[in-house]
């Protein structure tokens, strides 16, 4: 409601005391809301019950109305919820979507709410005056007919309305408001808007002079007031201008507003949280100024909050992130496998996926830049290059792990000959996990290429003997890094995958209203989305290079162990009860190692990586007959129960596809039990398996010796005949 006061009140009177009752609204209002946050508080006896240990709100008082999200962990029959410590530069409560966030949001669009409705009633009075000085134009002087009059905040012909200027009018309106985002943000107003200060000031050096305020008697002077308690006119005077030019007025700007009282936090990051209800404001602030005087609104608050994104809280964002990223990757403990021996692998992070400490960070460092970006999607562009840098980075300390775990080793030199690199990709496809997720079987129904793919392989590795222990990696622990590094990095892979997903564009679409400027990221959508995609196949590369060294360290672990069987000569003279000394380290060797690497990766890769070791050891166990020169009934047993108790050690890992196991080391044991059969016996089996085994193989046979058994001189052509295709 709109009150008039006589010809003889100045305008001049009623903008000192503009800012001072704005200053007083907003201070009532954040008064309002923190008595209605303390009544809503529990009771003393309630308040460890609710709060969180060692969290004080500003003034004190702990604080009931936010909680700290965390894991929920079941401990007998009981939900017991473990914080989850904050790894970027803001708290729980300051993360994108916290409360203190909810919290800044809301009370900054009450309060900007209240001043649209303030602003409205301006707007009429600005229509009135001007109508008003139109009116009076006509009969004076043709130079008041500019409608312009009452609305521009530059013209001195403004006197002609009695010295009112509803762009001055706008400019303390938004001055306060900037004055307040500036307390929530604990930012230096006079440094965050030196612009919107000299646009105060200069608006304030156009108004009426003294004597023209005084003297005329033509203008229409006013003065109004809410009947709703929107506003209530103040009868102390202030300035309008952020100076000052009475005392009151500047010791009102520096009492602030109390928005510590409301809010669990305050600070730079809660920007985001200030963004949004701003631009709606401005939208509003358009919608009610004529469409001629709409630039009014813009050069105001929204310049500003711009602004300060843009030369405060990006770089500053960028550098506490930058810092957080440097600590999570470089700490003790970033690359230190934290599963507990016997896990059990568990896909998902909230149930117990081990993650390793720094790529869990990273990711959810990551992730919490992702959210500031949904915030504020004009600057999405920016903000996904900075998540791009971070991975970037993360990704060489993972290389250089992933080197400090293999370098100078016999595996990683394999990997990369080009030979290796083909028939591996082939292991690969047959082994791990389709691109649509499905397990495939291991074993099951290999076709003819495959087997010869497989036989290839062990042969090339059978070439590398002798085997040195120097070349292998003895220690257990770089193994199970490798393992964990593998399923880390294949976890931060995608999440890329789903960043990459959310493009800048899709992220502006978010946004309501279509009035504002598109922002022009410095790279277009596209090309950040293929960065991404790149980045992520960069970390699934690594993760499946961790997997082959891991495969071929295993087989040649067992190769260093069996290649001790060439150079013996199993002539023995008792039966033994035992496998031999060889064969029980490697058992040994095999069951620690999975039962190490179970907690930090599948079922379907703890396969691809153990079960290279059925075949190179049914090889090299086969192959080791070329080079022994004779063998009695025991040492034939020996290696049968040599053959039993890696098949045991095979198929007690849980992955491994049991019945192939035995399929294949009963091969064998199959092929040494040949040599206890008569020569003409041996023909007899030969004729009806004659792919069985291979021509070189049932010669060797024949060349070992066996006491008491006869050979004829051509034996060999013999089985040749039926052998040869």
């Not at 199959?670 to 059969?677: A, F, I, K, P, Q």
Request: glycine letters at 6%.
């Amino acid at each position: 409601m709109l009150i008039y006061a006589g010809k003889n009140c100045s305008c001049w009177c009623y903008y000192k005391r503009l800012r001072p009752t704005i200053h007083e609204i907003i201070t009532s209002e954040i008064k309002a809301k923190s008595a209605a946050l303390d009544a809503s508080r529990p009771r003393i006896d309630q308040v460890s019950k609710t709060t969180v240990p060692g969290l004080k709100h500003p003034n004190g008082a702990g604080l009931a109305s936010y909680k700290i999200p965390g894991k929920q962990k079941y401990q007998n029959n009981r939900i017991v919820i473990a914080p989850t410590p904050a790894v970027g530069p803001v708290s729980s409560l300051m993360a994108p979507m916290g409360p203190a966030q909810v919290a800044a949001q809301e009370l900054l669009e009450s309060i900007l709410e209240m001043v649209v409705q303030i602003l409205e009633n301006h707007v009429v009075v600005g229509e009135m005056m001007e109508l008003k000085s139109t009116v009076q134009g006509k009969s004076s002087s043709p130079k008041t007919l500019n409608g312009d009059l009452s609305w521009n905040p530059d013209s001195d012909s403004a006197r002609a309305t009695g010295g009112y200027s509803l762009g001055f009018s706008l400019m303390v309106l938004q001055s306060e408001c900037q004055q307040l985002i500036c307390e929530i943000l604990r930012a230096t107003p006079e440094a965050a808007s030196a612009d919107a200060a000299v646009q105060t000031a200069r608006l304030a050096s156009k108004v009426p002079a003294k004597e023209t305020r005084d003297g005329s008697e033509e203008g229409l002077s006013f003065a109004f007031r809410f009947t709703d308690a929107v506003l209530s006119v103040s009868s102390s005077g202030g300035d309008v201008i952020r100076q000052g030019r009475g005392r009151r007025s500047s010791t009102v700007a520096q009492e602030g507003y109390g928005t510590g009282t409301v809010l669990p936090e305050q600070g730079i990051y809660l920007t985001s949280s200030v963004y949004r209800p701003v631009l709606q404001f401005t939208d509003k602030v358009a919608s009610l100024l004529p469409p001629k005087y709409a630039q009014l609104g813009n050069d105001g608050l929204q310049a500003f909050i711009e602004n300060f994104v843009k030369d405060h809280f990006l770089p500053a964002m960028f550098v506490d992130y930058r810092k957080c990223v440097q600590q999570a990757i470089a700490s003790p403990a970033a690359f230190r496998p934290r599963a507990h021996a016997g896990a059990v692998y568990d896909p998902s992070v909230e149930t117990g996926r081990p993650v390793l400490q720094g790529l869990l960070a990273i990711d959810q460092l990551a992730k919490e830049v992702l959210g500031w970006a949904h915030a504020m999607p004009k600057y999405a562009g920016e903000l996904v290059e900075y998540v791009q840098t971070f991975l970037e980075r993360t990704y060489e300390r993972c290389r250089t792990s992933y080197m400090e775990a293999i370098l100078e080793k016999q595996s990683y030199i394999l990997i990369g000959r080009t030979d290796v690199e083909s028939l591996m990709k082939h292991a690969a496809s047959t082994f791990l996990e389709s691109s649509s997720g499905e397990k495939l079987s291991v074993y099951a129904h290999k076709d003819p290429e495959s087997l010869e793919i497989e036989m290839e392989m062990d042969n090339l590795l059978l070439s590398l003997r002798p085997i040195k222990q120097d070349n292998l990696i003895r220690d257990d622990q770089k193994l199970v890094l490798l393992a964990a590094l593998s399923d880390s990095l294949e976890y931060v892979a995608d999440s890329i995958e789903k960043l990459g997903q959310i493009s800048p564009s899709s992220l502006n679409r978010r946004r309501n209203d279509s009035t504002h400027q598109t922002h022009h990221h410095r790279r277009t959508s596209s090309a950040l989305t293929a960065s991404l995609g790149s980045l992520s196949d960069q970390y699934r590369n690594l993760a499946a290079e961790c997997l082959r060294v891991l495969r071929i360290e295993i087989q040649l672990e067992a190769l260093f162990h069996l290649q001790d069987m060439a150079s013996r000569e199993y002539i023995e003279d008792q039966d033994a009860e035992e496998p031999e000394d060889f064969i029980i380290s490697l058992t040994s060797q095999i069951t620690r190692r999975d039962e190490e690497m179970a907690p930090y990766i599948s079922e379907t890769k703890r396969n691809y990586i153990f079960s290279g070791i059925c075949s190179i050891s049914a090889t090299a166990t086969i192959k080791a007959l070329n080079d022994m020169k004779s063998i009695s009934l025991f040492g034939i047993r020996q290696i049968c129960r040599n053959c039993i108790a890696l098949e045991q050690a095979l198929v007690a890992i849980p992955a491994i596809d049991s019945e192939a196991v035995q399929q294949r080391l009963d091969h064998v044991r199959t092929y040494y039990e040949l040599l206890n059969m008569p020569f003409e016996a041996l023909l007899a089996f030969v004729a009806e398996h004659d792919t069985l085994f291979t021509f070189s193989e049932y010669s060797s046979l024949l060349k070992v010796n066996i006491p008491g058994r006869d050979i004829p001189a051509d034996a060999v052509q013999r089985i040749g005949q039926i052998v040869a295709p």
